[in-house]
């Protein structure tokens, strides 16, 4: 008979915890994107490519770890920043399909470019010059200390987040630019302002995100954001697009459903869970865990 | 007057030109008039084109975006690989109905996704089409036994050759076009311009969504089927994300809702590595770079690519031919009026 062996289920949760708090960060800079411009920022799973990328070069070159996270995390701003200005900020006005293809190809672009510079081959992320992976020991139960840092660092952006979002002005004319964008215009918002403001703001947790990522899995390849996006935007759609704590709920959704998969023994199956609970809670709560219904007017 | 050609003159005109086109084709392939790559180049379109018209029906027509068609080729693929390795049948028979199956199994499973997915729209329906797919990827990755797992299927026979995948491209077309020009076809047309209008006006529009969707999956896994067989080896990994993407870019290029702009756009794209290769060799390297630049570039400045919904019809153009040779001077100028 097999005891039921709640150390491991603890140390799962642990593992949970940490994947999931991994796809938190990243699906909120899609739920905060899509809140105030209605858009698909199918980009923004190779922006976290992007990051991992540019610490992997900073740290190469032998820049210290604090310099290559600072790097990676305000090279994700400026690349998120551009990709708004150039790619999005002319097609506003235009048909929410446009908008959807204009940021497909935009990811399509980021990835192809990534392996024209670094070629198609991964690449081994130098974890430990970043954060040094130390067993720590609570009684009987044994944690990595990057998993540790990983899930205190994520709690600590969220919250600053939120501090941010509620507390100060910038972060009140977001919530009011995603309430009306055209509302918002009227009071004197500069609507530019806070859109540029919500791709910074989104990227720098996706670029922490990405370092977090690189230390647990230390590789980098040109497709590795197209994954980690793709659950992460479905951890945004579960937890309800457009919600901050609806994002923090799909992320942590997200990463424990993949920790159970793999840990009753389906970890071929990963994905496939993913994209199911995806489509189960679509169905269920078309508009997610915490989303509102947004009623169609005539 | 103006001159205008009856029905059966048209039909008349449209079939005999087809029967030139299919004839001449295989007459200059059969001379021996292009080398082998350019031939494959040249079935390859063949092949991307009934991809594009396909993709068209929903991108074009319905007005959404699904971004899971490399799924319903794989079904394709996948369906008439098993009935052509089985070798119940053999020749030309064999290939018709291997066709006819992936056709149908991939319209099955159309039918099936379209009717949770359209309880959701835009965004949503593209993230949950392209799910679906990484679904049926996934599937195909994880059943070894069956599907051969990431290795895939070999030794697929070979049936593929410019006069059948060209018939193949005429009847789909000729299918989209009629079912577009029936009512059913209006019916789809009015749901993507107003989807409550068409809904007052007695439309049901989630019947006409789900239809729409599954005669593109249909047609998509016919497309699959010839892929496969053209290729004799099919595995799990070519039916990514990137090959829905490929598809996607030939039909926004050529214009959403324009058969003749997808039939331009993936002829042409599919056979630029051809055109290209003598001049870069490497390509391939850049194509997807080149695509994504052509999506961004298209949508920031003429959204409407590059035939809009201009559609072509071989008979007006002759008409206004004959019009031009054959009406007089005087009474153009009363027509103008």
Redesign the interface.
């Known amino acids: 008979m097999h005891r039921f062996n709640w150390l491991l289920i603890f140390s799962q949760f642990i593992n949970g915890l940490q994947l999931g708090s991994i796809y938190a960060l990243i699906s909120l800079g899609y739920s905060m994107v899509y809140g105030i411009i209605m858009l698909l920022n199918f980009a923004h799973g190779d922006i976290i490519m992007v990051g991992g990328y540019i610490a992997l070069i900073s740290i190469l070159n032998r820049f210290g770890p604090f310099i290559s996270v600072f790097f990676a995390i305000s090279g994700c701003a400026v690349i998120s920043v551009l990709i708004e200005r150039l790619a999005y900020r002319p097609l506003r006005k235009a048909s929410k399909t446009s908008l959807l293809i204009t940021a497909i190809g935009v990811s399509i672009f980021l990835q192809n470019l990534a392996q024209l510079i670094f070629s198609a081959n991964g690449r081994p992320f130098p974890a430990s010059s970043i954060l040094k992976n130390n067993k720590m020991r609570f009684g009987k139960i044994n944690v990595n200390s990057v998993t540790i840092i990983t899930i205190l660092i994520s709690i600590i952006s969220m919250l600053l987040l939120v501090i941010l979002v509620h507390k100060t002005k910038l972060g009140k004319a977001m919530r009011a630019v995603s309430e009306d964008l055209e509302s918002g215009q009227l009071m004197g918002i500069n609507i530019d302002k806070v859109i540029s403001f919500t791709f910074i703001l989104g990227s720098s947790l996706a670029g922490i995100a990405s370092i977090m990522f690189c230390c647990q899995y230390p590789l980098v390849n040109p497709t590795m954001g197209y994954m980690i996006g793709m659950k992460a935007f479905i951890a945004a759609v579960l937890g309800g697009i457009g919600s901050i704590p609806g994002a923090v709920v799909g992320g942590f959704t997200i990463g424990f459903v993949e920790i159970f998969v793999s840990a009753i023994g389906f970890s071929a199956w990963i994905d496939v869970a993913v994209f199911a609970v995806l489509i189960i809670v679509l169905l269920i709560r078309p508009f997610g865990i915490l989303g509102r219904r947004l009623t169609e007017k005539v | 007057m103006k001159n205008n050609l009856s029905m059966p003159v048209r039909y008349v005109i449209n079939i005999l030109s087809i029967i030139f086109f299919l004839v001449l084709g295989n007459f200059l392939l059969k001379i021996g008039l292009f080398g082998r790559a350019q031939v494959s180049t040249i079935i390859q379109s063949g092949i991307y084109i009934i991809l594009a018209v396909s993709l068209n029906i929903v991108v074009g027509y319905l ?1 959404h ?1 699904p ?1 899971g068609q490399a799924g319903f080729m794989a079904i394709g693929g996948y369906a008439a690989a098993f009935f052509w390795k089985s070798g119940i049948l053999g020749g030309e028979l064999a290939f018709i109905i291997g066709i006819i199956i992936a056709g149908i199994s991939s319209g099955l499973f159309g039918f099936l996704i379209s009717m ?1 997915a359209f ?2 729209n ?3 329906f ?3 089409t ?3 797919s ?2 049926i990827r ?2 195909l ?2 059943f070894p036994k069956v599907t051969g797992g990431a290795q895939g299927l070999k030794r697929i026979p070979k049936y593929s050759n410019f006069f059948c995948v060209y018939s193949i491209v005429i009847i789909v077309c000729t299918l989209i076009h009629l079912i577009m020009k029936s009512k059913h076809g209006r019916a789809i047309l009015s749901t993507r311009e107003d989807e ?1 209008a068409s809904k007052s006006c007695g439309v049901n529009i989630r019947r006409y969504k789900i239809f729409a969707f599954t005669i593109s999956a249909f047609f998509t896994g016919i497309a699959g089927a010839v892929y496969a067989t053209n290729q004799g080896i099919i595995a799990p990994s070519e039916y990514g ?2 090959k829905s ?1 490929d598809v ?1 870019v030939m039909v ?1 290029l050529g214009g ?1 809702g324009s058969m003749i702009g997808s039939i331009t756009a993936a002829a042409f794209l599919a056979s630029l590595p051809l055109f290209l290769q003598s001049v870069m060799k490497s390509f391939n ?2 194509r ?2 080149v ?6 570039i298209i ?2 400045f003429k ?1 409407s690519g590059l035939f809009g919904n201009y559609d072509f019809s071989f008979s007006a153009i002759l008409e206004r031919i004959i019009n031009r040779l054959f009406v007089s001077k005087n009474e153009k100028v009363h027509e103008n009026l």
């Not at chain 2, 695509?291 to 961004?296: D, G, H, R």
Request: charged share 5%; no cysteine; aromatic share 14%.
């Open positions: 007005g975006i971004l949770p309880r959701l835009g965004d949503y593209a993230i949950i392209l799910a679906f990484e679904i996934s599937v990755i994880n409550i994300f990137m993407v996607l926004v959403m390297n850049y997807m770079i695509y994504s630049f052509i999506l961004i949508m920031v959204p």
